[in-house]
Protein backbone atom coordinates (compact mmCIF):
# COMPACT_ATOMS: atom_id res chain seq x y z
CA UNK A 1 0.00 0.00 0.00
CA UNK A 2 1.13 3.72 -0.27
CA UNK A 3 0.70 5.89 -3.02
CA UNK A 4 -1.68 5.07 -6.00
CA UNK A 5 -1.49 5.69 -9.27
CA UNK A 6 -4.42 5.54 -11.68
CA UNK A 7 -5.79 4.52 -15.02
CA UNK A 8 -9.11 5.97 -14.57
CA UNK A 9 -9.70 3.05 -18.25
CA UNK A 10 -9.11 6.23 -20.33
CA UNK A 11 -6.08 3.70 -21.93
CA UNK A 12 -8.58 0.88 -22.78
CA UNK A 13 -11.60 3.12 -24.17
CA UNK A 14 -11.61 3.13 -27.94
CA UNK A 15 -13.01 7.16 -27.75
CA UNK A 16 -9.42 8.13 -26.67
CA UNK A 17 -7.28 6.29 -28.77
CA UNK A 18 -8.86 7.39 -31.68
CA UNK A 19 -9.47 11.08 -31.02
CA UNK A 20 -6.19 12.27 -29.06
CA UNK A 21 -2.74 10.58 -29.85
CA UNK A 22 -1.41 10.77 -26.48
CA UNK A 23 -3.66 8.82 -24.53
CA UNK A 24 -3.02 5.92 -24.66
CA UNK A 25 -0.67 2.67 -23.06
CA UNK A 26 2.62 3.79 -23.98
CA UNK A 27 2.27 7.46 -23.60
CA UNK A 28 0.76 6.46 -20.03
CA UNK A 29 3.28 4.89 -18.84
CA UNK A 30 6.47 7.47 -21.01
CA UNK A 31 4.52 10.20 -19.20
CA UNK A 32 4.83 8.39 -15.24
CA UNK A 33 8.55 7.15 -15.88
CA UNK A 34 9.06 10.60 -17.02
CA UNK A 35 8.48 12.19 -13.65
CA UNK A 36 9.23 8.96 -11.84
CA UNK A 37 6.07 8.12 -10.05
CA UNK A 38 6.64 4.69 -10.04
CA UNK A 39 9.60 5.31 -7.35
CA UNK A 40 7.68 6.70 -5.36
CA UNK A 41 4.62 4.46 -5.98
CA UNK A 42 3.21 0.60 -4.68
CA UNK A 43 0.08 0.66 -6.68
CA UNK A 44 -1.61 0.77 -9.91
CA UNK A 45 -5.09 1.66 -9.56
CA UNK A 46 -6.99 0.34 -12.90
CA UNK A 47 -11.38 1.98 -12.35
CA UNK A 48 -12.30 1.27 -15.71
CA UNK A 49 -16.21 0.00 -17.13
CA UNK A 50 -17.18 -3.99 -17.52
CA UNK A 51 -17.37 -3.66 -21.07
CA UNK A 52 -13.60 -2.76 -20.84
CA UNK A 53 -13.43 -6.04 -19.11
CA UNK A 54 -15.39 -7.79 -21.47
CA UNK A 55 -16.19 -6.45 -24.38
CA UNK A 56 -17.96 -9.59 -26.06
CA UNK A 57 -19.23 -12.56 -23.68
CA UNK A 58 -16.32 -14.34 -22.94
CA UNK A 59 -13.69 -12.40 -24.55
CA UNK A 60 -11.74 -11.07 -21.52
CA UNK A 61 -9.98 -8.54 -21.93
CA UNK A 62 -6.44 -10.03 -19.99
CA UNK A 63 -6.70 -12.69 -23.29
CA UNK A 64 -7.53 -10.50 -25.82
CA UNK A 65 -7.08 -6.77 -25.56
CA UNK A 66 -3.30 -5.74 -26.53
CA UNK A 67 -3.58 -2.46 -24.59
CA UNK A 68 -5.11 -4.03 -21.26
CA UNK A 69 -2.26 -6.69 -21.02
CA UNK A 70 0.39 -3.92 -22.01
CA UNK A 71 -1.15 -1.97 -18.93
CA UNK A 72 -0.91 -4.93 -16.36
CA UNK A 73 2.42 -6.00 -17.90
CA UNK A 74 3.73 -2.31 -17.41
CA UNK A 75 2.82 -2.36 -13.51
CA UNK A 76 4.35 -5.62 -13.19
CA UNK A 77 7.83 -4.54 -14.79
CA UNK A 78 8.21 -1.42 -12.18
CA UNK A 79 7.18 -3.55 -9.62
CA UNK A 80 3.48 -2.23 -8.53
CA UNK A 81 1.06 -4.17 -7.51
CA UNK A 82 -2.37 -3.68 -9.26
CA UNK A 83 -5.70 -2.74 -7.91
CA UNK A 84 -9.49 -2.75 -9.54
CA UNK A 85 -12.70 -1.49 -9.62
CA UNK A 86 -14.98 -2.44 -12.24
CA UNK A 87 -18.49 -0.55 -12.56
CA UNK A 88 -21.50 -0.74 -14.73
CA UNK A 89 -23.42 2.87 -14.68
CA UNK A 90 -22.77 4.63 -18.27
CA UNK A 91 -23.90 8.29 -17.08
CA UNK A 92 -20.61 10.24 -17.41
CA UNK A 93 -18.96 7.74 -19.88
CA UNK A 94 -17.97 7.98 -23.48
CA UNK A 95 -19.02 4.24 -24.06
CA UNK A 96 -21.62 1.98 -22.56
CA UNK A 97 -20.44 0.67 -19.55
CA UNK A 98 -22.34 -2.56 -18.99
CA UNK A 99 -21.77 -4.93 -22.17
CA UNK A 100 -24.33 -5.18 -24.82
CA UNK A 101 -24.72 -9.19 -24.72
CA UNK A 102 -26.59 -8.27 -20.93
CA UNK A 103 -29.18 -6.22 -22.29
CA UNK A 104 -29.14 -9.02 -25.79
CA UNK A 105 -30.13 -11.86 -22.98
CA UNK A 106 -32.86 -9.75 -21.79
CA UNK A 107 -31.46 -7.23 -18.62
CA UNK A 108 -33.88 -4.15 -17.99
CA UNK A 109 -32.32 -1.35 -17.91
CA UNK A 110 -32.72 2.59 -17.99
CA UNK A 111 -31.56 5.00 -20.75
CA UNK A 112 -28.63 7.28 -19.69
CA UNK A 113 -26.83 10.46 -21.16
CA UNK A 114 -23.18 9.65 -21.42
CA UNK A 115 -20.40 12.02 -22.56
CA UNK A 116 -21.20 10.48 -26.15
CA UNK A 117 -24.60 10.20 -26.40
CA UNK A 118 -27.22 7.82 -24.80
CA UNK A 119 -26.16 4.29 -23.23
CA UNK A 120 -27.89 1.54 -21.16
CA UNK A 121 -27.60 1.31 -17.58
CA UNK A 122 -28.84 -2.22 -15.87
CA UNK A 123 -31.17 -2.15 -13.41
CA UNK A 124 -28.99 -4.06 -10.20
CA UNK A 125 -31.61 -5.96 -8.97
CA UNK A 126 -32.88 -6.98 -12.29
CA UNK A 127 -31.66 -11.49 -11.84
CA UNK A 128 -30.37 -11.51 -15.90
CA UNK A 129 -27.56 -8.34 -14.73
CA UNK A 130 -26.83 -10.78 -11.41
CA UNK A 131 -26.58 -14.37 -13.47
CA UNK A 132 -24.28 -12.31 -16.27
CA UNK A 133 -22.11 -10.21 -13.90
CA UNK A 134 -21.61 -13.33 -11.60
CA UNK A 135 -20.26 -15.21 -14.72
CA UNK A 136 -17.83 -12.72 -15.40
CA UNK A 137 -16.48 -12.52 -11.99
CA UNK A 138 -15.59 -15.32 -11.84
CA UNK A 139 -13.56 -15.55 -14.94
CA UNK A 140 -11.71 -12.36 -13.40
CA UNK A 141 -11.09 -13.67 -10.08
CA UNK A 142 -9.93 -16.81 -11.37
CA UNK A 143 -7.18 -15.26 -12.94
CA UNK A 144 -6.59 -12.06 -10.65
CA UNK A 145 -7.61 -13.23 -7.07
CA UNK A 146 -3.78 -13.19 -6.59
CA UNK A 147 -1.74 -11.30 -3.52
CA UNK A 148 1.45 -11.86 -5.72
CA UNK A 149 -0.38 -9.47 -8.11
CA UNK A 150 -3.19 -7.45 -6.91
CA UNK A 151 -3.27 -5.52 -3.86
CA UNK A 152 -7.14 -5.16 -3.41
CA UNK A 153 -10.39 -5.18 -5.45
CA UNK A 154 -12.94 -2.83 -5.16
CA UNK A 155 -15.45 -5.13 -4.50
CA UNK A 156 -19.07 -3.15 -5.31
CA UNK A 157 -19.22 -1.05 -8.21
CA UNK A 158 -22.71 0.08 -8.34
CA UNK A 159 -24.15 3.67 -9.16
CA UNK A 160 -22.12 6.22 -10.91
CA UNK A 161 -18.20 5.66 -11.14
CA UNK A 162 -18.68 2.65 -9.08
CA UNK A 163 -19.04 4.60 -5.74
CA UNK A 164 -22.63 3.86 -4.82
CA UNK A 165 -24.30 6.83 -6.24
CA UNK A 166 -27.79 7.00 -7.64
CA UNK A 167 -27.66 3.15 -7.77
CA UNK A 168 -30.75 1.96 -10.24
CA UNK A 169 -33.36 -0.50 -9.20
CA UNK A 170 -36.81 -1.81 -10.11
CA UNK A 171 -38.37 -1.72 -6.79
CA UNK A 172 -36.21 -0.04 -4.25
CA UNK A 173 -37.52 -2.33 -1.43
CA UNK A 174 -34.21 -4.66 -3.58
CA UNK A 175 -31.46 -2.52 -2.40
CA UNK A 176 -30.76 -4.65 0.44
CA UNK A 177 -30.61 -7.66 -1.82
CA UNK A 178 -28.51 -6.18 -3.96
CA UNK A 179 -26.08 -5.03 -1.88
CA UNK A 180 -25.85 -8.59 -0.60
CA UNK A 181 -25.58 -10.16 -3.84
CA UNK A 182 -22.86 -7.96 -4.75
CA UNK A 183 -20.89 -8.17 -1.89
CA UNK A 184 -21.63 -12.00 -1.39
CA UNK A 185 -20.40 -12.35 -4.79
CA UNK A 186 -17.05 -10.41 -4.44
CA UNK A 187 -16.50 -12.62 -1.19
CA UNK A 188 -16.78 -16.06 -2.22
CA UNK A 189 -14.87 -15.04 -5.16
CA UNK A 190 -11.84 -13.38 -4.17
CA UNK A 191 -10.51 -14.88 -0.55
CA UNK A 192 -6.58 -14.16 -1.16
CA UNK A 193 -6.56 -10.17 -1.84
CA UNK A 194 -8.14 -7.99 0.21
CA UNK A 195 -11.82 -6.78 -0.78
CA UNK A 196 -12.74 -2.66 -0.30
CA UNK A 197 -15.87 -0.78 -0.43
CA UNK A 198 -17.00 2.45 -0.92
CA UNK A 199 -17.92 4.55 2.35
CA UNK A 200 -21.41 6.44 1.77
CA UNK A 201 -23.63 7.27 4.50
CA UNK A 202 -26.62 7.27 2.12
CA UNK A 203 -25.98 3.35 2.38
CA UNK A 204 -24.35 2.73 5.38
CA UNK A 205 -27.52 0.75 7.25
CA UNK A 206 -26.75 -2.31 4.05
CA UNK A 207 -23.47 -2.10 4.29
CA UNK A 208 -22.26 -1.98 7.68
CA UNK A 209 -23.82 -5.36 8.24
CA UNK A 210 -23.28 -6.68 5.01
CA UNK A 211 -19.83 -5.91 3.96
CA UNK A 212 -17.59 -4.50 7.10
CA UNK A 213 -19.17 -6.95 9.78
CA UNK A 214 -20.12 -9.95 7.98
CA UNK A 215 -16.86 -9.94 5.49
CA UNK A 216 -14.39 -7.42 7.06
CA UNK A 217 -14.57 -5.57 4.05
CA UNK A 218 -12.08 -2.51 3.74
CA UNK A 219 -13.56 1.26 4.14
CA UNK A 220 -12.73 3.05 0.81
CA UNK A 221 -13.73 6.75 0.53
CA UNK A 222 -12.44 9.65 -2.09
CA UNK A 223 -13.75 12.76 -1.85
CA UNK A 224 -10.75 13.67 0.99
CA UNK A 225 -9.70 17.16 0.99
CA UNK A 226 -13.02 18.51 -0.13
CA UNK A 227 -17.28 19.58 1.29
CA UNK A 228 -17.98 15.90 -0.27
CA UNK A 229 -16.21 14.13 2.92
CA UNK A 230 -18.95 14.78 4.99
CA UNK A 231 -19.01 14.53 8.83
CA UNK A 232 -20.94 11.27 8.67
CA UNK A 233 -18.62 9.93 6.54
CA UNK A 234 -15.68 10.71 9.10
CA UNK A 235 -17.69 9.09 12.08
CA UNK A 236 -17.97 5.88 9.91
CA UNK A 237 -13.99 5.82 9.32
CA UNK A 238 -13.57 6.60 12.89
CA UNK A 239 -15.77 3.88 14.02
CA UNK A 240 -14.65 1.10 11.58
CA UNK A 241 -10.51 1.84 12.72
CA UNK A 242 -8.69 0.19 13.90
CA UNK A 243 -10.64 -2.96 12.65
CA UNK A 244 -10.78 -1.87 9.48
CA UNK A 245 -7.29 -0.84 7.22
CA UNK A 246 -9.03 2.33 5.19
CA UNK A 247 -8.02 3.07 1.31
CA UNK A 248 -8.52 6.91 0.71
CA UNK A 249 -8.86 8.86 -2.36
CA UNK A 250 -8.03 12.48 -2.98
CA UNK A 251 -11.34 14.65 -4.51
CA UNK A 252 -10.17 14.31 -8.03
CA UNK A 253 -10.53 17.66 -9.20
CA UNK A 254 -8.72 17.51 -12.36
CA UNK A 255 -11.66 16.11 -14.27
CA UNK A 256 -10.82 16.38 -17.84
CA UNK A 257 -7.92 13.63 -19.45
CA UNK A 258 -6.90 16.35 -21.84
CA UNK A 259 -7.10 19.25 -19.53
CA UNK A 260 -4.63 21.00 -17.54
CA UNK A 261 -4.43 21.88 -13.57
CA UNK A 262 -4.14 25.50 -14.64
CA UNK A 263 -7.63 26.28 -16.37
CA UNK A 264 -9.86 24.04 -14.83
CA UNK A 265 -11.13 25.76 -11.89
CA UNK A 266 -13.83 23.13 -10.63
CA UNK A 267 -12.34 23.27 -7.54
CA UNK A 268 -13.76 26.21 -6.81
CA UNK A 269 -17.36 25.07 -6.07
CA UNK A 270 -15.81 23.15 -3.00
CA UNK A 271 -18.27 24.71 0.02
CA UNK A 272 -15.89 24.33 2.63
CA UNK A 273 -12.07 24.72 2.01
CA UNK A 274 -12.82 27.06 -0.69
CA UNK A 275 -9.62 27.02 -2.44
CA UNK A 276 -8.50 29.67 -4.49
CA UNK A 277 -5.98 27.33 -6.32
CA UNK A 278 -5.88 23.61 -7.82
CA UNK A 279 -2.10 23.74 -5.47
CA UNK A 280 -4.01 24.16 -2.61
CA UNK A 281 -5.88 21.27 -2.61
CA UNK A 282 -3.99 19.00 -2.42
CA UNK A 283 -2.74 19.73 1.21
CA UNK A 284 -6.04 19.50 2.21
CA UNK A 285 -6.22 16.13 0.76
CA UNK A 286 -3.14 14.46 2.49
CA UNK A 287 -4.07 15.82 5.47
CA UNK A 288 -7.44 14.28 5.83
CA UNK A 289 -5.64 10.84 4.84
CA UNK A 290 -3.21 11.51 7.67
CA UNK A 291 -5.68 12.15 10.04
CA UNK A 292 -8.04 9.17 9.41
CA UNK A 293 -5.20 6.39 9.35
CA UNK A 294 -5.19 6.08 5.51
CA UNK A 295 -3.11 3.34 4.00
CA UNK A 296 -3.04 4.78 0.19
CA UNK A 297 -3.46 8.02 -0.98
CA UNK A 298 -3.70 8.87 -5.42
CA UNK A 299 -0.99 10.70 -6.97
CA UNK A 300 -3.73 9.89 -9.77
CA UNK A 301 -3.43 10.04 -13.71
CA UNK A 302 -0.25 11.33 -15.56
CA UNK A 303 -1.12 14.85 -15.28
CA UNK A 304 -1.55 15.14 -11.73
CA UNK A 305 1.44 13.22 -10.80
CA UNK A 306 3.68 15.51 -12.70
CA UNK A 307 1.73 18.49 -11.13
CA UNK A 308 1.92 16.98 -7.22
CA UNK A 309 5.95 15.82 -7.64
CA UNK A 310 7.17 19.07 -9.38
CA UNK A 311 4.99 21.39 -7.29
CA UNK A 312 4.74 19.63 -3.98
CA UNK A 313 7.57 16.88 -3.59
CA UNK A 314 7.58 17.62 0.74
CA UNK A 315 3.96 16.96 0.58
CA UNK A 316 4.44 13.51 -1.55
CA UNK A 317 7.20 12.11 0.86
CA UNK A 318 5.54 13.30 3.66
CA UNK A 319 2.93 10.31 2.98
CA UNK A 320 5.48 8.36 2.06
CA UNK A 321 6.87 8.63 5.43
CA UNK A 322 3.68 8.69 7.81
CA UNK A 323 1.17 7.23 5.32
CA UNK A 324 -0.17 3.84 5.87
CA UNK A 325 2.41 1.28 8.10
CA UNK A 326 5.87 1.83 8.65
CA UNK A 327 7.35 -0.69 11.16
CA UNK A 328 10.53 -0.78 12.25
CA UNK A 329 12.29 -2.95 15.26
CA UNK A 330 12.98 -0.75 18.20
CA UNK A 331 14.20 -2.85 20.60
CA UNK A 332 15.86 -6.11 20.97
CA UNK A 333 17.99 -7.89 23.12
CA UNK A 334 19.34 -11.47 23.39
CA UNK A 335 20.18 -13.86 25.93
CA UNK A 336 21.41 -17.73 25.87
CA UNK A 337 20.59 -19.85 28.65
CA UNK A 338 21.57 -23.03 28.29
CA UNK A 339 19.72 -24.49 25.40
CA UNK A 340 17.25 -21.91 24.95
CA UNK A 341 17.77 -18.32 23.26
CA UNK A 342 15.56 -15.70 24.63
CA UNK A 343 14.79 -12.15 22.97
CA UNK A 344 13.02 -9.83 23.68
CA UNK A 345 12.15 -7.39 20.99
CA UNK A 346 9.92 -4.25 20.80
CA UNK A 347 8.22 -3.44 17.19
CA UNK A 348 6.76 0.66 16.47
CA UNK A 349 5.13 1.90 13.47
CA UNK A 350 5.55 5.41 11.98
CA UNK A 351 2.67 5.12 10.12
CA UNK A 352 -0.76 6.30 10.72
CA UNK A 353 -2.25 3.05 8.94
CA UNK A 354 -2.41 -0.11 10.05
CA UNK A 355 -1.32 -3.66 8.43
CA UNK A 356 -4.68 -5.53 7.62
CA UNK A 357 -3.36 -8.67 8.39
CA UNK A 358 -6.19 -10.21 10.13
CA UNK A 359 -8.22 -9.98 7.24
CA UNK A 360 -9.67 -13.56 7.13
CA UNK A 361 -8.52 -13.19 3.58
CA UNK A 362 -4.49 -12.73 5.11
CA UNK A 363 -5.23 -14.70 7.80
CA UNK A 364 -2.47 -13.18 9.61
CA UNK A 365 -0.20 -14.67 7.36
CA UNK A 366 2.37 -11.91 7.94
CA UNK A 367 4.36 -13.04 11.23
CA UNK A 368 7.85 -11.95 12.65
CA UNK A 369 10.47 -14.17 12.62
CA UNK A 370 14.31 -14.65 13.87
CA UNK A 371 17.22 -16.24 11.84
CA UNK A 372 20.59 -17.49 11.87
CA UNK A 373 22.81 -16.85 9.10
CA UNK A 374 26.48 -18.81 8.95
CA UNK A 375 29.28 -16.88 7.57
CA UNK A 376 28.58 -17.75 3.91
CA UNK A 377 25.08 -16.45 3.93
CA UNK A 378 22.95 -19.90 4.32
CA UNK A 379 20.11 -19.88 6.90
CA UNK A 380 20.45 -22.26 9.34
CA UNK A 381 17.69 -21.88 11.80
CA UNK A 382 14.50 -19.90 11.66
CA UNK A 383 11.96 -19.17 14.19
CA UNK A 384 8.58 -17.63 13.75
CA UNK A 385 7.35 -15.51 16.43
CA UNK A 386 3.34 -16.70 17.75
CA UNK A 387 3.49 -13.64 20.02
CA UNK A 388 3.82 -10.52 17.96
CA UNK A 389 0.98 -9.25 15.94
CA UNK A 390 1.97 -6.59 13.32
CA UNK A 391 -1.83 -5.52 12.83
CA UNK A 392 -1.88 -4.46 16.68
CA UNK A 393 1.14 -1.94 16.09
CA UNK A 394 -0.21 1.90 15.63
CA UNK A 395 1.46 5.27 15.28
CA UNK A 396 2.93 5.84 19.44
CA UNK A 397 0.79 2.06 20.58
CA UNK A 398 4.03 -0.06 19.94
CA UNK A 399 4.28 -3.86 20.75
CA UNK A 400 6.67 -5.59 22.87
CA UNK A 401 7.07 -9.35 23.56
CA UNK A 402 9.97 -11.49 25.06
CA UNK A 403 9.51 -14.91 23.16
CA UNK A 404 12.15 -17.92 24.19
CA UNK A 405 13.03 -20.29 21.31
CA UNK A 406 14.86 -23.71 21.51
CA UNK A 407 18.91 -24.17 20.33
CA UNK A 408 18.66 -28.06 21.02
CA UNK A 409 19.50 -28.57 16.81
CA UNK A 410 21.88 -25.17 16.38
CA UNK A 411 25.66 -26.57 15.97
CA UNK A 412 28.10 -24.19 17.83
CA UNK A 413 29.04 -21.19 15.79
CA UNK A 414 28.83 -17.32 15.21
CA UNK A 415 26.04 -16.46 13.78
CA UNK A 416 24.43 -13.58 11.94
CA UNK A 417 21.18 -13.11 13.60
CA UNK A 418 18.52 -11.62 11.92
CA UNK A 419 14.82 -10.36 11.60
CA UNK A 420 12.00 -10.01 9.42
CA UNK A 421 8.04 -9.61 9.17
CA UNK A 422 7.71 -12.90 6.76
CA UNK A 423 5.04 -13.86 4.48
CA UNK A 424 3.70 -17.59 5.91
CA UNK A 425 1.91 -18.08 2.70
CA UNK A 426 5.17 -17.71 0.69
CA UNK A 427 7.76 -19.67 2.35
CA UNK A 428 8.46 -17.45 4.83
CA UNK A 429 10.28 -14.95 2.77
CA UNK A 430 10.56 -11.32 4.10
CA UNK A 431 7.39 -9.97 2.97
CA UNK A 432 6.80 -6.74 4.75
CA UNK A 433 9.97 -3.85 3.62
CA UNK A 434 10.88 -2.69 7.16
CA UNK A 435 11.79 1.01 7.49
CA UNK A 436 15.36 0.66 8.32
CA UNK A 437 17.95 1.68 6.73
CA UNK A 438 18.42 -1.11 3.15
CA UNK A 439 21.75 -1.08 4.10
CA UNK A 440 21.12 -3.48 6.86
CA UNK A 441 19.70 -5.80 4.59
CA UNK A 442 21.24 -9.45 3.53
CA UNK A 443 20.91 -10.76 0.63
CA UNK A 444 17.56 -12.31 1.28
CA UNK A 445 16.29 -9.34 2.50
CA UNK A 446 16.64 -9.82 6.19
CA UNK A 447 17.43 -6.91 8.62
CA UNK A 448 20.82 -7.92 9.93
CA UNK A 449 21.13 -7.56 14.07
CA UNK A 450 24.53 -8.98 14.95
CA UNK A 451 26.69 -11.43 15.27
CA UNK A 452 25.92 -14.01 17.72
CA UNK A 453 27.99 -16.63 19.21
CA UNK A 454 26.02 -19.98 20.09
CA UNK A 455 28.06 -21.57 22.99
CA UNK A 456 27.90 -25.34 23.82
CA UNK A 457 29.33 -24.41 27.21
CA UNK A 458 26.09 -22.78 27.76
CA UNK A 459 24.15 -25.41 26.46
CA UNK A 460 23.01 -28.08 29.02
CA UNK A 461 23.49 -31.40 28.25
Known amino acids: MGWTMYSEGWELYPYFQNN ?8 FWEE ?3 IGAPDVSNILYIRAIWTAFEPEEGKYAWENDPNFIKLVEGAKKRNLKLAFRIFHDSRDMVQQATPEYVFEAGASFKKVTGK ?15 GKFDRFLTAFAKKFDNPDLVDFIDAYGLGRWGEGHGVMLKNKENYHQVVDWITTSYAERFQKILPV ?7 YKYTKPLAFDRYQFLPRRDGLGSFW ?3 QDQEILNSLFPQNAFIGEACYWLTSPTGDTLTNRSFEQDKQYHFKSFKSTFPAALNDALNFHSNTMDLRVPLECKYWMEELPDLVQKFVTHGGYRFYPSQL ?3 QNGNTLTIAHQWNNLGVGILPNKHPNWNQKYRVAFALFDEAGSLKKKWISKKAEPSDWRKDIPGKYSET ?11 QLAVAIVDTSSDDQPGIQLAVDQKKLNDKGWVQI ?7 KNKKE
Open 116 to 130: QGEFKTPYYDDPIFQ
Open 333 to 335: SVT
Open 32 to 34: MDA
Open 197 to 203: LNVSFAD
Open 450 to 456: GMLPINQ
Open 405 to 415: FNLNDVPENTY
Open 20 to 27: FDRINVDS
Open 229 to 231: FSK
